[in-house]
């Protein structure tokens, strides 16, 4: 990882001493790095739900990360 680039996250729900929750990651998207650069982002959404299985809290991570030499995406 170069460098964590950006943080967003939403309360949706309080959560008190005691309660029990899950959390939840998706890859919501890879930013390929541009010509020249050595370097893409990669963004990830998480959740953390309750015992009630409601969404608490909904926030998503932006990294810039390095890239192998000569890495491609592959099918």
Request: contains cysteine; charged residues 25%.
């Amino acid at each position: 990882m170069v460098a964590f680039v950006e943080q967003r996250a939403t309360f949706l729900k309080p959560v008190f001493v005691g309660d029990r929750v899950r959390p939840s990651f998706a890859v919501a998207g890879v930013g390929a790095a541009k010509e020249g650069r050595d370097w893409g982002h990669l963004e990830i959404l998480a959740t953390l739900c309750n015992e009630l299985g409601e969404i608490v809290l909904e926030c998503a991570h932006i990294y810039r990360l390095r890239r192998r030499p000569n890495a491609s995406i592959q099918d």
